[in-house]
C-alpha cells in the first residue's frame, strides 16, 4: 500500500491498537506523529519506530482538549510540513449497563469518544485543504453499526456518532479531497481480552458469534487502516468498513 512519506498522526498510540498501526504504517514509508496521555508509552513507541529506521515523533496531548489538538496538529506541521491522515483512534469503555450508569460517566464517554473524533477532524481540515486533501480514519466498532448485548449501551452510542460524524464529514469535505472512513472492529485478542476468556461461558458467547471463528488481530485492524490511509483507497469515502470476521453479518 502507498502511503510513502505520507504524515500520519495517530491518536492513541502509545500502546494497544494505536501502537500496532503506527508500526505498520511505518513499515511501509510513513512518517509517523504519535499523540497519547501517557507520554511513556508514547515516547517508546515512537524511540522504538526511530530505531528500526523510521521517523516517528510524540506530543503528549489530551484528545478532549481544543488547546492540546491545535498544538498536535501544528506540532506535525512543523516537524514535517504537512499532515496527510489523521487517525482518530483514542477512546474508552466505561463497562456499566446503562440502568447502573450515572450521567457523567455517560457524558466522560462521549466527550472521549466522539468529542476527541470532533476536534480532531475540526483542526486537520483547514490544513488538509489548504495542501489539497487529506484522509481522516476514525476508528468505531462494530457496536457503531449494531447493538450489542455484551457491550455496554454508552459505549454503543458513542461509536454510533462516530460512525454518522465519519459520513457526514465525507459529504461535506469530499469536495476538498478530503476523504472520511470509520473502521469497525469486533472484539480484538488483547491480553485483556485473554483474561475475559479465562471465562470458558464468555470465550464461547465471543467465539460464537464471529462466522470466521476466531478473534480480530491488532494486525487485521492495522491493515485496515494502512488500506484506508493509502494512495490505493483515493476514491474510498464516508465507507464503515467492517473488520470483524462476518459479525455484522446477522
Not at 484528545?63 to 501544528?74: L, N
Not at 447493538?147 to 469536495?175: D, F, N
Request: charged share 20%; net charge negative.
Amino acid at each position: 500500500m502507498t502511503v510513502k512519506d505520507k504524515t500520519i498522526l495517530i491518536t492513541g498510540a502509545g500502546g494497544g491498537l494505536g501502537s500496532e498501526m503506527a508500526r505498520l504504517l511505518s513499515d511501509n514509508g510513513a512518517q509517523i506523529i504519535i499523540v497519547d496521555l501517557d507520554a511513556e508509552k508514547g515516547e517508546e513507541t515512537a524511540a522504538s519506530i526511530n530505531a528500526d529506521g523510521g521517523r516517528a515523533w510524540f506530543i503528549k496531548a489530551d484528545v478532549t482538549s481544543e488547546a492540546d489538538w491545535k498544538a498536535a496538529v501544528d506540532f506535525a506541521v512543523e516537524k514535517t510540513g504537512k499532515l496527510d491522515v489523521v487517525v482518530n483512534n483514542a477512546g474508552i469503555n466505561i463497562r456499566k449497563p446503562v440502568e447502573e450508569m450515572t450521567i457523567e460517566e455517560w457524558c466522560t464517554m462521549m466527550k472521549v469518544n466522539t468529542g476527541s473524533v470532533f476536534l480532531g477532524t475540526k483542526y486537520a481540515i483547514p490544513v488538509m485543504r489548504k495542501q489539497g486533501g487529506g484522509s481522516i480514519i476514525n476508528t468505531s466498532s462494530v457496536c457503531g453499526l449494531i447493538g450489542h448485548k455484551y457491550t455496554p449501551e454508552a459505549y454503543t452510542a458513542s461509536k454510533g456518532a462516530v460512525t454518522m460524524l465519519t459520513k457526514a464529514i465525507a459529504s461535506r469535505y469530499g469536495k476538498d479531497n478530503i476523504r472520511c472512513n470509520s473502521i469497525h472492529p469486533s472484539t480484538v485478542h488483547t491480553p485483556l481480552v485473554e483474561v475475559l476468556f479465562k471465562d470458558p461461558e464468555r470465550k464461547a458467547e465471543r467465539l460464537g458469534e464471529v462466522p470466521l471463528g476466531r478473534l480480530a488481530s491488532a494486525a487485521d485492524v492495522a491493515n485496515a487502516v494502512l488500506y484506508l490511509a493509502s494512495e490505493e483507497a483515493s476514491f474510498i469515502n464516508g465507507v464503515s468498513l467492517p473488520v470483524d470476521g462476518g459479525v455484522t453479518c446477522y
